[in-house]
């Protein structure tokens, strides 16, 4: 194959030498083409020149021609239109007028345009005039074929809003009627309410139904329709609501209010959903417009939901008294407030839901703070008077010993009542906090960060560049109405998000409230427990004080000390300790969660000295017996240092006491 190539090679190099040629031979030629191409337009450029502006000329003339003709169909139209308004039909006028109309586009630049305008305008609105009985007799006859007839004129002389404007005010005027006699009814708000929203359920549909044959966008006409008939209302709907809550009772305006914004909801849900399947034929902001009429009237009492919620709690909780004349029944209703209160509190979070969509979350969290605030300061005085009742705070006026448990099973049941309280307390900040991020969470965004403004705005405009919106979703009153408010409940969103329900604070100052209650009941039982014990090292000082040395001490002082026994208050004590571990048997045998809670996070006085061994606060009753025990010691140490002397036989007798 080599060979070949060699043998080859003298004709390849001829063959490439001739391609050469050929290539030098055709860039002569190219340069000569250039150069004669660059002659002829030299030669022709100004002939070229006079051609155009002979074209433009030609156009001029041609325009003027053409404005010469409509200035001449003008003047022959403006001629004709008073016999033609005079046949009065108003298919012919509306051509007449569309040609005048075409004619008066082509005279621009005359100088009589503007009065043109206005003479074209004026007898429009002739036509208009001549018309409107036969318009508002079709739409209140709903006749379809003479509808399309006024929609065709009306829109070859560019008055479809005018004509639009008729089918308002026919169709909005009878259902504004309808709603003043329904106003003037016995029925209540609610019911008038119920009543006029399915008539204008019904009319979206039979309207919707009709304005599809008629209108090129019967969605957004029927829309525009119910804004303008819920805006003419009179009374109007916010007057009604304002008037309904001034009327009702305190404790109810509440209520009152949600059972008018329930029926509103059905009706919007009801119209949401006869929308949705359409709902991007329709202009989304006509919708959003209708969805606010709908709604706004409510908004002022939805910003003031945390006032409303708080009043309306403070009422409810007010209704359960805890004071009664026997201490029995102060327990018997401080048990019963625990499942009152949780349930007032739950109630209040439907209310929430349901009144504002889980918005107003901080306006709630301040009305519960406020329940849980008077609930624990009714339970606080009510143990308060229970001490009176037990007479912790007295003094003994007798040395008599009366062993009575009557006082520490109260306080035992109270304790109890608070671990109950505890324990519902988390349940409820859990079941809260699920219920917040459950319904209010939807309005927070993926790229919202805490205490910036920016990334709110940034999420609203990334959300407006995803796919269509629905504006009956997207209804958001705080955040047009109250907008530190708004930021406040993201923060709370994103730290409920971030750091999980489970380990929320929502309920942080009521559960150390309680906290606090429940260490007062403690203190309580503590104090029903050593009354008696401290009663008796009352005495202890008396008795030593009133000794006095006489006639008999020479003949005692001699005595043996075995001869001595203990005195009758050290031998009361004695005993009263050693029933004391059979009462507090049911803190060792009761399974009851909520009292061992409460016992746990309780605290009593005299607690172990940190150094020593602490076994006893893994058992409850040793807890309690060691710190009986060393309050009794420490009294009883007191109580010595306040005798002022003693004699030989005190001092002995005191001795055999303490031994």
């Known amino acids: 194959s080599s060979n070949q190539a060699l043998q ?43 051609l155009v502006e002979i074209d433009q000329v030609k156009g001029r003339m041609q325009m003027a021609a053409e404005a010469l003709q409509e200035a001449d169909k003008w003047t022959t139209l403006s001629a004709d239109i008073e016999e033609t308004f005079k046949t009065q039909d108003l298919a012919v006028i509306s051509s007449k007028l569309t040609s005048m109309q075409n004619s008066l586009a082509m005279l621009v630049d005359t100088p009589d345009y503007s009065e043109k305008c206005v003479h074209l305008e004026a007898l429009k609105n002739r036509l208009e005039a001549l018309s409107s009985p036969q318009i508002v007799s079709t739409f209140n006859s709903m006749s379809i074929d003479q509808a399309k007839l006024f929609v065709k004129v009306f829109t070859e002389i560019d008055r479809m809003p005018q004509l639009l404007a008729y089918y308002y005010k026919c169709h909005k005027g009878q259902l504004v009627s309808m709603w003043q006699d329904l106003s003037h009814s016995e029925l209540s708000l609610n019911q008038q309410l ?7 359920l019904s009319a979206w549909h039979s309207q919707l139904q009709w304005s599809s044959q008629v209108f090129k966008n019967p969605y957004e006409v029927v829309t525009v329709l119910l804004i303008q008939t819920l805006g003419a209302m009179v009374p109007s709907i916010p007057v009604c609501l304002s008037t309904a809550v001034e009327r009702a009772a305190q404790e109810q305006r509440l209520d009152t209010l949600l059972e008018l914004h ?39 009492y939805q910003l003031q939901y945390g006032d409303l919620e708080e009043s309306h709690l403070l009422i409810q909780i007010s209704a359960v008294p805890l004071e009664h004349g026997e201490v029995i029944d102060c327990v018997e209703e401080m048990s019963h407030s625990v499942g009152k209160l949780f349930g007032l509190a739950s109630a209040a979070v439907d209310r929430c839901v349901k009144l504002t969509d889980g918005l107003a979350v901080c306006g709630l969290l301040k009305a519960l703070k406020a329940l849980f605030t008077k609930y624990v300061s009714d339970f606080s005085t009510t143990l308060q008077s229970i001490r009176k009742k037990c007479k912790l705070e007295e003094t003994p006026s007798s040395s008599l010993f009366q062993e009575d448990w009557t006082a520490f099973q109260n306080s035992v049941r109270i304790i109890a009542t608070c671990g109950e309280l505890l324990r519902q307390c988390g349940a409820f900040e859990q079941q809260l906090s699920n219920k917040i991020l459950g319904t209010a969470g939807k309005y927070l ?12 705005q940034e999420a609203s405009s990334t959300e407006r560049k995803s796919a269509t ?39 942080a100052e009521p559960r150390s409230a309680l906290t606090r209650l429940n260490q007062q009941a403690n203190q309580l039982a503590f104090d029903s427990v050593f009354l008696q014990i401290k009663h008796q090292l009352c005495l202890v000082s008396k008795m030593e004080r009133q000794e006095a040395p ?30 004391l571990p059979l009462h507090l048997e049911p803190f060792v045998t009761q399974e009851d969660p909520a009292l061992e809670m409460a016992l746990h996070a309780g605290k009593l006085p005299f607690p172990p000295e940190q150094g020593d061994d602490l076994p006893e606060l893994d058992n409850t009753a040793d ?37």
């Open 8 to 50: 080859n090679m003298p004709r390849v190099l001829r063959d490439v030498e001739a391609l050469k040629q050929e290539a030098s031979f055709l860039k002569e030629q190219m340069v000569l083409v250039k150069e004669d191409i660059e002659k002829f337009e030299q030669d022709t450029v100004q002939s070229m020149h006079v």
């Open 194 to 200: 119920s009543e006029f929203y399915d008539t204008l």
């Open 262 to 300: 329930h029926t509103t909801s059905t009706f919007g849900h009801s119209l949401e959903a006869a929308m949705l399947p359409h709902l991007g034929e329709n202009n989304l902001l006509k919708v959003n417009e209708l969805v606010c009429a709908l709604y706004d009237p409510y908004k002022p």
């Open 445 to 456: 965004s993926e790229s919202y960060s805490p205490r910036s403004l920016a990334g709110i």
């Open 469 to 507: 919106k629905n504006p009956w979703q997207e209804y958001n009153y705080l955040q047009r109405g109250n907008m530190v408010e708004y930021n406040s409940l993201m923060e709370v969103l994103y730290s409920l998000k971030e750091k999980g329900t489970g380990n929320s604070n929502l309920l």
């Open 550 to 579: 006489g006639f008999g001490e020479s003949y005692t002082e001699d005595l043996p000390t075995f001869s001595l026994s203990p005195q009758e208050y050290i031998t009361n004590i004695g005993q009263y300790l050693m029933s």
């Open 623 to 659: 807890y309690w017996l060691g710190s009986i025990a060393r309050a009794t010691m420490q009294t009883y140490c007191d109580a010595i240092l306040l005798i002022p002397q003693l004699s030989t036989h005190s001092t002995k007798q005191l001795a055999t006491d303490i031994g």
